[in-house]
């Protein structure tokens, strides 16, 4: 389902065969899987904890990893959740292209995102890479109340979007968040 595109036909995530995320674990695990498959769909099932975890954003600004799937949150909160890099995208999700979906989800207390290079960091989303096709980026009833620590590109929901000069058809929307 897509309410910025009521012409694109719905789509129930179950039928993706997502990966089922109910714990710190998975969620780490989520986030390598999608280093071999980034049109790998998720679910959150239950609120998670990442106090003291190390956490590696899902997708990364490297060929074949920036996340491509859906993701959805289900109205659940992840706390605790934290990265810092000097030159990499972080937050929730570090580098996502078009195509990606991203709802329904919340980062909470205790959580913090820092960026000292040029790339951006935010409380769900650090980068937005928008190539030549695949779609639009769409992140929609999400917070976050993350603190976010940048030198360039920062912000709340979505830290950074990098499009092409000349691209004017492939977009990042940002909705009810």
Known sequence: YNVFDPSKPDVKIEDLN???IDSADKLIAYSQEVEKNQFLCGILTADINMTDREWTPIGKDEPNKHFRGIFDGRGHKIIG??????DKAVGLFGTVHAGAEIRNVTIGEGSSFSCEGNAGA???VGEVKIGWTWGNVYIENCGSHANISVNRHGGGILGHGDVPDNNTNIRAFVNNC
């Not at 959740?81 to 000097?86: A, E, G, I, K, V």
């Open 18 to 20: 997502p990966f089922s």
């Open 81 to 86: 959740l934290t990265s810092s890099s000097p």
């Open 122 to 124: 935010g409380g769900i």
